[in-house]
């Protein structure tokens, strides 16, 4: 083969491992920040639990919420299970019960959930206050 033609296949083949790396890279280094999403019910069915960090939805049970001084204990359902969960801080101003709710935490058994973040969901026709009241829909 020509001079050319060699160096040409030598590029060609250095270009290809050099994306077959970045992709293999780029992959590991998101699958550390990915977290799994699961309902009352999913982790009940859960053969082992891990102790990663994951995501637990549903609907805050009625009557369920506890707020001791720092700390806040509810029960979130998917109306076929529930789990109960703990979690210390300020929870979002939508954060109540009968509505729905995210709580990002560890799993310390099928029954308890120790959360370090919650994320509270509203409906998808909420709209604010101020555009309600731009429109004049009130």
């Keep these: 083969m020509v001079k050319k033609v060699k160096l040409r296949i030598a590029f060609l083949l250095a270009l290809i491992l050099s994306i077959i790396l970045s ?3 780029i992959l590991q280094s998101l699958e550390k920040d990915v977290v799994f999403f699961l309902s009352p019910t999913d ?5 082992e639990i891990e102790k990663k960090k994951i995501r637990v939805g549903g ?3 009625d009557k ?4 001791n001084s720092n700390k806040i204990n509810f029960i979130v359902t998917d ?4 789990i109960n969960v703990s979690y210390s801080g300020s929870v979002p101003n939508l954060f109540s019960e009968n ?8 799993l310390q058994d099928r029954s308890y959930f120790k959360a370090v973040k919650i994320l509270a969901k509203h409906d ?3 709209m604010p206050p101020e555009v309600k009241e731009a429109l004049g829909d009130k």
């Design 59 to 61: 609907m805050v049970k």
């Design 64 to 67: 369920s919420v506890s707020i």
């Design 43 to 47: 982790i009940k069915n859960l053969e």
């Design 99 to 106: 509505k729905g709710v995210v709580a990002e935490g560890f």
């Design 79 to 82: 109306f076929k299970n529930e």
């Design 23 to 25: 992709l293999f890279l």
């Design 124 to 126: 998808e026709n909420y």
